[in-house]
């Protein structure tokens, strides 16, 4: 029978069924971070419990750690409080930690793949939404509660039902400036934030297979902002050449054996999705975000939507909220937007690729005087590799701030955060209300589209960005 | 877990789709270790100005709904980030069931962990309670009857079986799970074999 690359790994996993298709579901990674496991460790020493399987399980603090110098240790009591918990944690099951001043350090969903710890074919989870991230290499891959992490660490399984398949053909190809960022604004845009509901989304299609797995990450890693809990990209030469030599990338006879089975992890021709759609490579412009939920998307050349156009009620609400809280008025021009601050960063946004395409725009230019503008490396090596190649220093002279990495002004746990009203393009992934600070604005852009707004101190078109 | 109860309360109606789970409780206080005292935090933005005055015309602010057990809302509630921090907030409120026409996955999920009922209902039937949040008046949740009790009516919901057990019993799922110890110790066998690389990597 014709089967989905969903329906394979699913298959591939189920430790015990019941009639009623509840399944307990085998993890083979489990990634862990300081905000959302002590409860977990908490629960488990009260009920005696073990780790069934600490090899399985690789944690970092990045959530709350501060992006400046970190020699004096961490200065907020409750964020240094949860990243000591953490490591006491791990220390007391065996788990391997990065811990804050390890090279390794970064954001969870960029270590994983960064080290091998993330594979092809694998079931891997984490207290975390963007888990969503490692989908890209044809993992199924999903974010969970804090009992969950429980449960895994317990068990090393979930208790699951089965979601539905759903295929996303991105066909043809991107016009210049158009990024993986675009790609999937432009899906959440079309299908709405719960139009993923329920569902698995695997990205299909020519412009997915000529992305890089890096750029296929930053598709997955948004699947759920579409209320997909899980995005899936078919492994393929670009995906078994990175895994190559990774540090826990399969070794020797173990490689040539998982390769093999990595080759096994596609659609088959003619399995059933129970939903499918198609968008057109060459109708994706820029995007931006202008509203307050990551489906307000709207092409850099157009114009804030006016809510009166709108026929439903509660979205038309929404809307009149969303512009109230970003202080736009309907039908003004995006590129007349201003802008105060820059976050370039983030586990959508804060790989090497994401830092080279943006020093490239940026060589030799200075940002313009009204904005505060800064560079959150992804991991500690992504950091390291970007000085290799001396990106650092395009950013500094250009007036950007580099920092220590970390999720950071993502989701504003630690230090760096919009005040009220301040206005940020953003290569993060959500445009929440209050999530990068009280009463802060976000876009949501990507990474060259934050470059050009730096040097414009508007939202602007990174087309017009020589 | 606390075995779910019939509940009857005044419902408190939020007026507004997409409500997210920074918006329920945000990251400021996701620094605790601890899994209760985060009721006071509950929709903190919404409900107190910048000085931490509570703002008046919030619901959830004002008596009977200070006390309610019962939330009504709009459609994909609970969206976005996957912090059960934002149950734990609405347990600690006292919030006990929600009712709205769709959930996001995850806090759907976190909800049976924690002992909330997360109730789905078409649009129509939370427009008809909303009139019972306006008159002040108390509606009636019965599980195990998978029915909501309004002014003479009776408004059936569905709800996997499992997870309605799961409620009624107050189960702990990794109890339940490390019962099936045998199949897990039997599914590791088997990919040690076929997938060596999985749990020993050398």
């Known amino acids: ?466 | 877990m606390e075995k779910f109860k019939n509940i009857k309360s005044i419902p408190a109606y939020l007026a507004l789709m997409n409500i997210d789970t920074d918006m329920i409780i945000p990251k400021q206080f996701l620094k605790t270790i601890k899994r209760t005292g985060l009721g006071k935090s509950l929709f903190y933005e919404m409900r107190y100005d910048e000085n931490g005055k509570k703002i008046k015309e919030f619901i959830l602010n004002n008596e009977p709904y200070s006390s309610s057990k019962i939330l009504l809302t709009g459609k994909n509630f609970g969206c976005g980030s996957s912090r059960e921090h934002a149950p734990w907030a609405l347990l600690d409120f006292g919030i006990k069931c929600v009712i709205s026409p769709s959930y996001a996955d995850i806090f759907y999920n976190n909800c049976f962990n924690n002992g909330i009922l997360p109730i789905i209902i078409d649009e129509k039937i939370i427009q008809e309670l909303q009139e019972y949040c306006k008159r002040k008046e108390i509606i009636e949740i019965n599980l195990n009857k998978q029915s909501i009790l309004y002014g003479n009516k009776v408004i059936k919901f569905n709800l996997d079986p499992a997870k309605k057990k799961r409620l009624l019993e107050g189960l702990d799922d990794i109890g339940i799970s490390l019962e099936k110890n045998t199949s897990i110790d039997e599914y590791e066998k088997k990919i040690t074999i076929n997938k060596p690389w999985i749990i020993k990597n050398d």
Request: some cysteine; overall charge positive; aromatic content about 6%.
């Open chain 1, 1 to 466: 029978m014709s089967k989905t690359l969903y329906d394979k790994i699913w298959d591939d996993h189920l430790v015990h069924q019941q009639p009623d298709g509840t399944t307990l579901l085998y993890v083979d990674r489990h990634l862990i971070h300081e905000v959302t496991s002590p409860q977990a460790f908490e629960s488990l020493k009260m009920n005696k419990r073990k780790v069934r399987r600490p090899e399985l399980a690789l944690a970092v603090p990045d959530h709350n750690v501060p992006t400046t110098d970190r020699s004096k240790g961490i200065t907020d009591k409750e964020s240094k409080l949860q990243v000591d918990t953490l490591r006491d944690n791990c220390k007391e099951f065996g788990i391997q930690l990065f811990d804050v001043n390890d090279k390794r350090q970064g954001i969870v969903h960029i270590i994983g793949p960064e080290q091998g710890f993330t594979q092809p074919g694998t079931v891997i989870v984490c207290g975390d939404s963007h888990t969503a991230t490692h989908g890209a290499f044809g993992s199924l891959a999903f974010g969970i509660g804090t009992s969950e992490v429980e449960h895994v660490l317990a068990t090393q399984t979930l208790i699951q039902k089965k979601s539905k398949n759903f295929r996303i053909n991105v066909n043809g190809s991107l016009p210049a400036g158009v990024t993986a960022k675009d790609v999937i604004l432009k899906i959440i845009g079309t299908i709405g934030t719960a139009g993923g509901t329920g569902y698995v989304i695997e990205f299909s299609g020519e412009v997915i297979r000529k992305l890089s797995v890096e750029q296929r990450m930053t598709v997955c890693n948004m699947t759920i902002e579409a209320g997909a809990r899980a995005g899936l990209i078919a492994p393929d030469e670009k995906t078994f050449e990175y895994f190559k030599n990774r540090p826990m990338s399969p070794k020797k006879n173990n490689w040539e054996k998982a390769l093999t089975y990595w080759k096994t992890l596609y659609s088959d021709d003619g399995s059933r999705f129970d939903k499918e759609i198609n968008i057109e490579g060459k109708d994706i412009e820029p995007l931006v975000t202008w509203g307050t939920s990551p489906q307000d998307v709207s092409p850099i050349t157009g114009r804030v939507p006016d809510p009166e156009l709108e026929t439903d009620k509660e979205r038309k609400t929404a809307m009149y909220r969303s512009l109230k809280y970003m202080g736009l008025k309907p039908n003004m021009k995006i590129s007349d937007i201003k802008i105060d601050t820059i976050f370039i960063g983030s586990c959508t946004n804060g790989r090497i690729e994401d830092l080279r395409v943006a020093a490239e725009l940026l060589k030799g230019k200075k940002i313009s005087k009204y904005v505060t503008a800064m560079v959150v490396p992804g991991s500690g090596l992504v950091k390291k590799q970007a000085e290799n190649e001396g990106l650092d220093k395009i950013f500094i002279e250009a007036g950007f701030q580099w920092r220590e990495p970390g999720c950071s002004m993502c989701l504003a746990m630690n230090d760096d955060k919009l005040k009220s009203k301040e206005r940020c393009a953003s290569t993060s992934n959500r445009n929440f209300e209050g999530r990068q600070g009280r009463g802060g604005r976000t876009h949501l852009v990507s990474p060259g589209m934050a470059v050009a707004a730096a040097i414009q101190g508007r939202l602007s078109d990174v087309r017009e960005i020589n």
